[in-house]
């Protein structure tokens, strides 16, 4: 295991001339993986009898082992450098995939995902060594890439997923899942540096405890407090926390509310169809992070960027309430996606420019925290509105969980930084 504080003269041992390359196809085989799970679960757990609100608590003890060990994940990576703790968590997620697949009750569910959140620091992980190897003014455009990946994880594995399940039953897409993990573990091993890439080091750098920056516990909340003390950052991570409950609003309730709310051929939406709706809105995405959001970037510039994809994800969340068809869906999904698909990367970039570069690892950490903190009470809160039509057999509540999603990127606008922040020095 290698130290990962280098010299700026210690090349990394890759055979690719850009570090950004290996970790993209990494994230990507990742992504692929978890997509593949995405709009199965809910059908999965269903089928073991899991009501909405149980598959919601299933959603949300994920999240909450993910932010017990997430903070740890990062303090690990920092210490002993990305490559090993990338495959460690790999390692984890292929253990959860294959519990997944064998388990016949409800709480066999909640033992793989716990193992899985345990050990979920993949993306965390990645998005350090993104910005351990790029400098501020790229980072917009490098961490376009984990949008790419997205994008295309979301054309491609629910459509997998799909399939699968439609024609080899609900385990073909679990063990699809477990292998690619694997893959990724292979790609880890094989691909990344040994030697990890450093692009500025100095005396006083010699001194962090890790490339991207210290990062603190769960426990350390009191010391998190002096990044809520700076306005422009606080608002900054304000924002992200309504970005992350809205978008865990979403992703964990679609397939419930799709199920309750459209047919196709005269059955009622099932996993080949919400597999297929996820492609159609990865496909979009994929699309805009291939290029078009890093000119959005360039003529708007990522405050206002921001700001359109929060208007857009509000107008679109609020409006599928109110769809009834799915070719009213798809149209109200990809125009609000066209508009929102450049809101993840820019704000990402904005948050870590504001940040000390010695403390991107800690603001890294501390949004990966909020994010768990939306995805531990968003799906609680979806599965309670979801199971309150199946109780009341009121389709009322499935417009309220549109509604509220929409909410709650409105209410991010009112959090925008009085001014653009300058890049930390």
Known sequence: ?????????????????????PIFLIVLVDVLGFTIILPLLPFYSERLGASPTIVGALVSTYAFCQLISGPILGQLSDRHGRRPLLIVSQAGTLAGFVLL????????LFIARAVDGATAGNLTIAQAYISDVTKPKDRAKSFALIGIAFGFGFLVGPAI?????????????????????????LCSFF??????????????DELNPGPGGKRLSLLSWGEYRKYFRDPQLARLLLQWLFFAFSFSTFISGFALFA??????????????????IFAFTGFI????????????????????????????SFLGDVAIG???????????????????????????????????????????????SLMSIAQITAPIISGLLINADDKYHDQRFLIIWAVWAGVLSGAALFFAPRKTPAPAV
């Open 1 to 21: 295991m290698s130290s990962p504080i280098q010299t700026a003269a210690a090349p990394p041992t890759s055979r690719f001339a850009s570090p950004l390359v």
């Open 101 to 108: 697949a064998l388990a016949r009750q409800v709480w066999l």
């Open 161 to 185: 997923s799909g399939f699968l399940a439609h024609y080899y039953g609900y385990e073909a897409p679990i063990f699809a899942a477990c292998g690619l993990s694997f893959t990724t573990i």
């Open 191 to 204: 691909l990344l540096p040994k030697r990890e890439p450093v692009h500025i080091r100095n005396e006083e």
């Open 259 to 276: 199920e309750r709310r459209y047919t196709w051929n005269g059955h009622p939406v099932g996993v080949r169809e919400v597999g297929y």
């Open 285 to 312: 995405g994929m699309i805009m992070q291939g290029g078009v959001v890093g000119r959005m970037v360039q003529w708007l510039g990522e405050t206002r960027v921001i700001q359109i994809g929060f208007i857009t």
């Open 322 to 368: 109110f769809t009834r068809t799915i070719g009213q869906l798809l149209w109200v999904a990809g125009l609000s996606n066209i508009g929102g698909a450049g809101l993840r990367p820019s704000l990402t970039s904005v948050i870590t420019q504001k940040a000390n570069k010695r403390e991107v690892g800690v603001v890294i950490g501390l949004t990966q």
